[in-house]
C-alpha cells in the first residue's frame, strides 16, 4: 500500500469564544500515525485560556503568531511563567502540566509537533485536563475530592460544579492572571527567529537549529527541530536524514514547490506547499524545495534530539566526496560530463540562489 504524503491542513477540534484547537488526523494524513507523530494547533483570541492539563506525548511548541503567556510546570518543579512571542520554541517533556494565555487583541497561534509512541492513539495528543466541565475533578465523586483534598462537601461541591468550560475558556477584560518572569525563559524557551544562525547563505537563505546545545529539555523530547527561511525563488538542496529520522514540516509562510524521491528512484510526491500546510518526509527519503518569489518559511521537527543530515548538491555534497572515475563508471557517461558536473556547485552550501 502506498502511503499518502499530499500535504495537509488542520481540522477544528474544540473550542469557544477564548479560542480554537486544530489537529492533524492519522486517517487524512497517514503518515502521523506510520511515524508515531502527533501534530496541533492551538489559536486563542484576546482574553483567551487553554486551561490546564498535560498529554500523553513529549512535544515542542512553536508561536507561529502573536504573544502571549504559557505557565509550564516540569514534574516536581514549581511553575514557570513565561512570557512568549513569535518565533518561540519550547520544549514540552512527557508529563508536563501547560497552560496557555493571551491579553492582547492579536491572535496568538502556537504549533505543538511531537511523539506518540506513549500515545493512546498513535499519530494523536490525548490531553488530560485538570479543570473545566472534562477536567479530572469531574470524573470524582464528591466523597473522593472532599477526602484527598481534605475540603468540606459544600466547597467540593462548588469545585465539581462550577467547572461549564471545556479545554479553552475566555476570562473577564479585567482578570488579573500571573505576570511573566524573565529568569523563567532562562532553559525554557528559545527564539528561533532571534538566535545565532546556523547557516546564512545570501540570497539563498537561513537555518536555525534546535538542539541539545540551544535548549537543553529537547533531549528529554527526543526531538531535534529546525526553523528555515528561503528566499525567494532560491532552492533547498535536495538530502535526507541519515540517521533514520522523519522529518515533519510545517509551512508557516509563504509558498513554493517540494519533490520527494524515495525507494527505487521513484518521485513519491511532487506538490505546491503554502502556509498551514504539513507534510512528512519518511526514513532516508530525499527532499528538495524551491520557493516562490515571496519565498518559503518551514518549521520541523525530526525524531532525533541531533539531527545528521546528508545534503546530495553543494559544497558538502556526498558527491563531492566520491572519487571521479566512481563517479564516471556510475552515470555511465564521459570524463568531461563527469568533470562539468563535479566543478559545479563548489562554493554554495545546501541553499542555491535564484538562477541569474
Known sequence: MELDLSPKLAKNVY????????????NELPMLREGNIGAAKLALEKNGLAMPCYSDSAKVAFVLQGSGVAGIVLPEKEEKV????????IAL???VVTWWYNKLNTELVILFLGDTKTAHKPGSFTDFFLTGS????????????SRAWDLEESVANALVGQQSGKGIIKLDAGFQMPEPKAEHRNGM?????????DVDIK???KVVVLNTKNLPLVGEVGLGADLVMLNGSAMCSPGFSCDSALQVTYIVRGSGRAQVVGVDGKRVLETTVKAGNLFIV??????SKIADPD??????????????FTHLAGRTSVWKALSPQVLQASFNVAPDVEQKFSSKRKAEEIFFPPPN
Not at 519518511?282 to 527532499?287: G, N
Open 203 to 205: 540570497n539563498g537563505g
Open 82 to 89: 513565561l512570557a512568549i512571542k513569535k518565533g518561540d520554541a
Open 134 to 145: 472534562n477536567g479530572i475533578f469531574t470524573g470524582f465523586s464528591t466523597e473522593f475530592v
Open 15 to 26: 473550542g469557544g469564544q477564548g479560542g480554537t484547537y486544530y489537529a492533524w488526523c492519522p
Open 189 to 197: 524557551a528559545l527564539n528561533c527567529e532571534e538566535a545565532p544562525l
Open 93 to 95: 517533556p512527557f508529563g
Open 282 to 287: 519518511p526514513r532516508f527519503f530525499v527532499v
Open 295 to 308: 519565498g518559503l518559511e518551514w518549521f520541523s521537527i525530526i525524531t532525533t534530539p541531533n539531527p545528521i
